[in-house]
């Protein structure tokens, strides 16, 4: 990996460690939300506090930290690059900046992503990973980002199951993404879309089973 992409995955980690959830629920007085449902920082199980609101915001502050990361890294390669060339920075043609750009978009991504799946700040276990995924699409690609979203609401409408809708939604996106010509951003993502996978592999056990809980399940 270029030296220059470290900073820019390094500071989406950062960001994506942020535990949104967790710090909203402290802060509104509803204790440790790693106490209640499934445990897990993200808004569904905000959602089973029973605060819409709280759940909104979280959803919010993950989706967002996702879109920063993915803004601010090309800026912050090309300062790196800047840094390690002694202050210039040359890019051959066009088609090689906008290649550039794209990876260290990616990076930034990669970065969040991990960040909010393995928060250093509370022991590496963080949430899922869905609004973040939304985020970065939204910074990366924002059709992208609406199309995640038709799915999963199309889904969750139908099933009326937050994992099952996210799942679905992330696999089908590639293919998307594909179809529509961008296979320069559908095949990094891949990656991302398995990790979704893995993270999801508890209620993957329990759609089996039929034991998922319904969205605005609440939990005491």
């Not at 696999?171 to 996978?197: K, M, N, Q, S």
Request: proline content about 5%.
């Amino acid at each position: 990996m270029s030296l220059s992409l470290i900073l820019p995955m390094l500071v989406g980690y950062l960001l994506g460690a942020i535990p949104t959830g967790l710090l909203l629920t402290r802060m509104a007085g509803r204790g440790d939300i790693r106490n209640v449902g499934s445990g897990n920082i993200g808004a569904t199980n905000v959602l089973r506090t029973g605060s819409k609101a709280l759940a909104a915001m979280t959803l919010a502050g993950d989706l967002l930290k996702g879109t920063l990361a993915v803004i601010i890294a090309p800026d912050l390669a090309l300062l790196t690059a800047a840094w390690l060339g002694g202050g210039q920075v040359q890019v051959a043609n066009p088609i090689a900046l906008q290649d550039t750009i794209r990876t260290a978009m990616l990076a930034g991504a990669y970065g969040a992503f991990l960040g909010h799946l393995y928060p250093v700040w509370i022991g590496f276990v963080g949430g899922k990973g869905v609004a973040t995924f939304i985020g970065i699409l939204l910074g990366l690609y924002w059709p992208g980002a609406l199309i995640f979203c038709a799915a999963w609401l199309l889904t969750a409408f139908i099933f009326r199951v937050s994992s099952l809708a996210a799942l679905v939604a992330s696999a089908g996106l590639p293919i998307a993404l594909i179809a529509l010509g961008r296979p320069e951003l559908a095949i990094p993502l891949i990656p991302l879309v398995f990790l979704l996978f893995w993270k999801h592999r508890a209620n993957i056990g329990r759609l089996m089973s039929g034991e998922e809980p319904k969205i605005g399940t609440r939990s005491k």
